[in-house]
């Protein structure tokens, strides 16, 4: 892998990661199309790391503040000044962790199917075409009334299921969570910073594990991979400014019409012998 290539993978990944279109999908199908093959899901993991990052550097604040309060709400230490198990902020702790359970467990057993058989292309425009359909009616009918006070374990969990789903190339980490909050009733700006959030521990996890099993195989060229995920970051912290902004105020259509245009271009490209099924 080139430098220029590595270069417009990391921006491939930065724009696309924060938006319900896939990145993997992208990475997938752009690798293939500009003719340097699937980086493979080893790479894709590895410079989501970048975008991550991003999110960390983002909701820096008020991750410490998650992270903190939830350890001050163990009620068998004693602190100074204690937090209750009902406080807003105690209550998502438990729920990135109750929510990152399904896509680490999914993600273990199903780690060759995911590596493997699920990349093909056909699979991949059928579920980003399918499931632009459901974030289509969920964007269009949920009630989007409940924000992330509202939250509680039961949705956390849920939302894992929905965020599990990524697992096949072509849902989209954050649009499977972003669709199962808004059928759950959350509005827009709540379900997309819930996926924001319940991604950090399931990225990383992921991310880690990959660079150390591919560092050992030497399967991966580590400077076209850092700029990757160095472009990822800087491009990927951008995405989440914008997207934040607009996510409020503007519906989903867009992003539902583009993964439906999408799919079908990608089948008329395999159809055409432009892109490889594997």
């Known amino acids: 892998m080139g430098i220029l290539e590595a270069i417009i993978l990391g921006v491939i990944q930065g724009?696309?990661?924060?938006?319900?279109?896939?990145?993997?999908?992208?990475?997938?199908?752009?690798?293939?199309?500009?003719?340097?093959?699937?980086?493979g899901a080893a790479f894709t993991a590895i410079i989501q790391l970048g975008t991550e990052a991003a999110v960390l550097v983002y909701f820096w604040h008020d991750i410490v503040r998650i992270i903190s309060k939830w350890f001050r709400a163990i009620p068998w230490f004693k602190w100074s000044n204690p937090v209750s198990q009902k406080d807003p902020d105690v209550r998502m702790g438990w729920v990135v962790i109750a929510g990152t359970l399904p896509i680490g467990i999914l993600g273990f057993f199903f780690a060759d199917t995911i590596e493997t058989s699920l990349r093909n292309l056909y699979i991949v425009a059928f579920v980003l075409a399918f499931f632009a359909l459901i974030l289509g009616f969920a964007d269009r009918y949920a009630k989007k009334t409940k924000t992330l006070d509202d939250i509680n374990i039961r949705d956390g969990i849920l939302l894992g299921f929905g965020q599990a789903l990524a697992l096949i190339p072509g849902v989209s980490r954050s649009g499977g969570t972003i669709t199962v909050g808004l059928l759950l009733g959350y509005t827009r700006e709540a379900a997309a910073r819930m996926s924001f959030l319940l991604a950090v521990p399931a990225v990383i996890a992921s991310g880690f594990f990959q660079l150390a099993k591919s560092s050992g195989q030497g399967t991966l060229e580590f400077g076209p991979t850092a700029v990757a995920t160095i472009i990822s970051f800087v491009v990927g912290y951008a995405v989440i400014v914008w997207f934040l902004?607009?996510?409020?105020?503007?519906?989903y259509l867009p992003f539902v019409i583009y993964r439906i245009l999408l799919a079908i271009t990608v089948v008329a490209l395999l159809g055409a012998g432009l892109l490889s099924v594997f």
């Open 15 to 39: 724009v696309t990661e924060f938006l319900p279109i896939s990145s993997s999908a992208h990475i997938r199908i752009f690798g293939d199309l500009f003719g340097w093959g699937d980086p």
């Open 245 to 251: 902004k607009i996510v409020s105020t503007y519906s």
